[in-house]
């Protein structure tokens, strides 16, 4: 048996991808929840109510995709050029901070049209910087961003844990460490009353489109894709390929840095280290399910969303673990690397 | 001053260290030996979860410790042959696939924790491995107890780290390994299946991997925890390379590590809240992204690292 690379890639079968892997993946999760003695077939009914069964739990699965859309368009930017970023969790905390930061002590008492514009590009400029060092190290020394920019997530954690314990932190708060909380004008307008949704969705959508464009119809966009493909074949055609990758990690870490600051400014009002369930890190599997397409990391995002929420549901009245939310999103990624490997080889006998 | 020289001197110092290296030292032979045969393996971190839960839930439900640690060996094979089917037979993204299996390890670790022991205000423990004594030797001064008072696995891990050393460095096995990782094709033309080969280290690899998750909650600890690993995977990797892929180098840098832990750690009690806790908690990280910055040109990569391997295809 081996495998033969084909000739064309059947339109149907690429776009056919990630439903069978999330299928798949759906399919293995069953497995589990039937060893773990719950009827998989109401288990599976939960999840889908507890996503979408209300009008409270449709938006907080919208609320919840915001954030996933931004960490996996953060992924798959990067991706695309071959930059691994695998900071994004870290990113997220730092844009968050920044965030709580600029509101509460520099922008307070600005108004609404003045202060959240700019504390969005606070946010996003914290997330560079962060993804800036790592870029850096590559360039300069050789060194591996991916290892760097796990090991800087544990740091950015570890610093924003510090200055919540310290110069941020909210003295009201009954010593819980938790930061002080943005200026009220900072507070990003709700799409709906009476719930959590908030503009931060709006923006995530319109910046995929945005990024669909600019990969589709730029010379950059070219360029970021040639590096990826064969950098020292970008560096013969004549893209300049360190400056393509310090645009490519700026736009990563920005949005990375921006799903932490619509989190602060749009849902919690404040920054504690709990702020993110593994946002940064399930922006990479958003990223590939969607084949690193931004329109359909829109898509990717939502699913993920759908585990997360309706797995909280399913899980209280079922009393399956939660963490079969993870579970199913992480075999989702593994069996989309195998379903893409198949729309490109063949098996021959 | 004399802080700085009280806690040097002390051998208490000298015993956390070997103890903070030991699942280090497991954890970078493990990443060794796949990055030795060409494949980067980033399913560390979670194969270290892994094995502390599934080597800790075996105590728990009454085996014995040296029966947890095989478990957790067991099964950290098992996630080294899924990585391996994904890198080598069907020659996917190391990275990706690497990061794949470290979400699914760790979030499956802690479905099956808390599907297994139910949600309980104190979490439950276990009897741990207690200290062994070495005749003769922990009688030394200073050394005695700074050295030859370890739990069972640290002497395993070192004893490991030596042998590691000679088999890669002295056997045909270690050349079939070598070879995989610098010419697969080369080593085809020897009458090496280098995919086997990869094969072998990568579930080899991930045991090891595995049995240094089970020391933090056989040995270090008594419970598990999510998240208990914290990091130590990544810091693995980023050891391999400051260990230029030697495995005696890896037992030095792993000790090397483990000394400025421990040091902190003890640093931080004296300084007694002087400094924000969390600097402290940042060097080990900042610490393997300067080695890594320091070595990385330096150090000698397998010629094949990351390149899979298809028979005929250049």
Redesign the interface.
Known sequence: MRFERREHRPAALVIATPILAVVAALAVAGLLIALAGAPVLTAYWKILTGAFGSRLSTTETLTRAAPLMLTGLAAAIAFRARLWNIGAEGQFYLGAIAVAATSSHVLAGLPSAVQIPLLFVVGAAAGMVLLLVPLWLRLRFSVDEVVTTLLLNFVAILFVSMLIDGVLKDPTAFGWPQSVGIDSAAKLPKLLARSRLHIGLIIAIGLAFAIHFVQSRTVFGLQSRAAGLNPTGAVFAGVPLARTLVIVAMMSGGLAGLAGAIEVMGVKGYVTTDLSPGYGYSGIVVAMLANLNPLGVVLAALFTAIMFVGADGMSRSLGIPTYIADVTVALSLISMLIAVFFTQYRIRR | MNALVDILASAGLWAAVLRIATPLILGTLGALLCERSGVLN?GIEGIMTFGAMIGWLAVYNGADLWTGLLVAALAGGVFGF?HAV?TVT?G??Q???G???T??AS??S??VF??MVPVAGTPPTVEPFQPIAIPGLSDLPFFGPAFFNQTPPTYLAILIAILMAYIILRTPLGLAIRMAGENPHAAEAQGINPMAVRYGAVIAGSALMAVGGAFLTLSAFNSFFPTMV??RG??C??LV?FASWRPERALLGALLFAFFDGFQLRLQTALNGAV?Y??F??IP??L??AA??VM??RARVPQALMQPY??GER
Do not use: D, E, K, T
Request: no cysteine.
């Open positions: 980033l899924l994904l069907l996917l993204s990275h990706v696939s990061l794949g299996v979400l699914f979030s499956f802690y479905y808390r599907l914290q990091g990544w810091i990797i980023a390379v924000p969390q600097i908690l940042m990280y900042v393997s992204i890594l910055a990385a040109r298809r028979r």
